[in-house]
Structures are given as C-alpha cells and as structure tokens.
C-alpha cells in the first residue's frame, strides 16, 4: 500500500526551530520527487519545497529558512525549518506524484506563536 506519513508538528515560539518528517512506503522512494506542501487557515495549499534527483526548490517566503532533506535509506524526507515565523503556521502535508497520481499524506500542523 502506497502511502506517506508525516510527523513532528507542534507549538513553537517566533524564532523557533521544528523539522518535520515524512515516512513514505509503497514505492521505490529513490526514485520519485518527494514533496511538501502546506496550507493556513483560509488559503489555499501552496507548495513550500520540493527535493528531486538531487534538486531542490523552495518557495520564496521560506528560502533561507526551509531546508528540504531526504534519507533514501529511511525512506524519509524531512522538512528542517529555522527562524519561524507567525505566518508559518500551517497544516504541512507531504506529497508524492505516482504515475500521475498524488498520494498526500494526513498533515501535521504547525503553530508558531508566543
């Protein structure tokens, strides 16, 4: 069964650091661009990282901060995130595209207030 599970949300202080985790399983994790996304309250989904062959791409709000990581041997990608910020707050999901199919996972929301 093809799947991706995230973990390692929380409440954090501005400033603060959290990294988020994405155990996938179901496929050859190798080999597919892995990716995360996130969503707050009353706005749409947007992409915030992806990581692929290598490759890495972040958004603009979150450049600098946000890094993308993957662990083929774990079948796991991370999200490290430093200097949060308010509008970080968010449900952050993980996604995978599999023969033109999105997996998403559950999310798992992050807050970031004093």
């Known amino acids: 069964q093809v799947q991706v599970v995230e973990s390692g949300g929380g409440l954090v202080q501005p400033g603060g650091s959290l990294r988020l985790s994405c155990a996938a399983s179901?496929?050859?994790?190798?080999?597919?661009?892995m990716n995360w996304y996130r969503q707050a309250p009353g706005k749409e989904r947007e992409l915030v990282a992806t990581?692929?062959?290598?490759?890495?791409e972040y958004a603009d709000s979150v450049k600098g901060r946000f890094t993308i990581l993957r662990d083929n041997a774990k079948n796991t990608v991370y999200l490290q995130m430093n200097s949060l910020k308010p509008e970080d707050t968010a449900m952050y999901y993980c996604?995978?595209?599999?023969?033109?199919?999105?997996?998403w996972g559950q999310g798992t929301r992050v807050t970031v207030s004093s």
């Open positions: 996604k995978v595209l599999l023969d033109g199919e999105s997996i």
């Open positions: 179901g496929f050859t994790f190798s080999s597919y661009g």
């Open positions: 990581s692929i062959a290598g490759w890495r």
